[in-house]
C-alpha cells in the first residue's frame, strides 16, 4: 500500500533529523563572492524564486480529517501552514511555491486545495490520487483547473514492479502529457532503470524525480545511481529537483558535499532542468535552516553561472509548473 510505505518513509526522515539534531549552521553558511551576492540580491528583487517543493498542513480537526492510516500522534510538526512558510520564505525573496499533497491525507488534497484557492498567483500543487480510480483522467483534469500542475507516486520498488501493464498509471502517463501536468516521482535509487523504461514509453509525458532521487540518503552517494539518474538527461522531458539537502550526505549545512551531485547533474541535465526545493517543514527541523538550504544554490555554488542560477532558483519550475 502507498500509505504504508510513506508511513516507513517518514520515520526514517525523522530519523535522519534526530541524528542530525546537533548540527550548528545559520551563520556558518558564507558567501561565495560579493560579486555573486550583488547579482543574487538584484535578481531576487527582480523576479523573486520558486521553492519547489513544500508540504503544509494545519492543526488536524474535523475539517481536514487524517487518512486512516495515520494518527494524531504521526503529525509531526502539530502544523505547517502557509503563514508559518511564508514567514521563513519571503525574507530569502521566494514569492512562489510548489505545494505538494501531504501523505498525512492520503487522497483527500482538500486543504493543499484551500490554500491554493486563497493564493492562486501564489501557490500551484501536485497532488496524490487514485490510479486505479475509473475516473482517475476526469479527476486530474478537474484538479488542474484548481491550480494542480503534477501528481505523485511513491516509486519504490514494489510500486513500481506493479507500474507495467497497470491502465491507471497508463492513463495517469497519458492524461498528464495531455493536460501538460507532470508525474513526480518520489524514487529510491534502485528503481531508476524502470524509470527510465516508463520515460521510454512515454516520452511526451513531463517527469519530476524528487530529491536527487533519494540518492544519498542512506550512505554515501553510489556512483552507479548517479550514472542510471544522468541516464535519464537523453528524454527531453525529465526534470530533478535538487531539495531536501538536510536528508542527504552529510546531512549537514552549508551541505556543500552536494555539489559534486549537483555538478554532475548540471553537466548530464543542463540548469534548465534541474529545480531547487527545500522540502519543507522538515528542512527547517533538526539545527537547520531555510536560509541554508537556499544558500547552496544561491551563493554557495561556484560551479554555477548566474543564469543557471536563476534556472534553478526559479526559471525551470516557473516553465514546468506555472506556466497556465
Partial sequence: MIHNQEHSDLLSRRNLLAASGLAVIGHAVSPRSSAAETMLTEFQQQAGHIDAHVHVWPTVTDQYPLDPAYTAADVVPESFTPEQLLKIAEPEFVRRVLLIQMSFFGFDNSYMLDCIKKRTKQFRGVAIIDHNAADVAEKMTDLRDKGVRGFRLYANAKNVSEWDGNAGIDTMFKTAAKNRQAICLLSDPEVLPAIDGMATKYPTTKIVI??????????????????????????????????????????KAPYTDLLPMIKQLRDAFTANRLMWGSDCPYQVQGGHTYKASLSLIATQADILSELEVKAILGRTADEVFFQD
Fill in 210 to 251: 524528487d530529491h536527487f532521487s533519494r540518492i544519498g540518503m542512506r550512505g554515501p552517494v553510489d556512483k552507479q545511481d548517479m550514472d542510471n539518474l544522468c541516464k535519464l538527461n537523453r528524454f527531453r522531458k525529465v526534470f530533478v529537483k535538487t531539495s531536501a539537502f538536510y536528508a542527504l550526505g552529510e546531512k
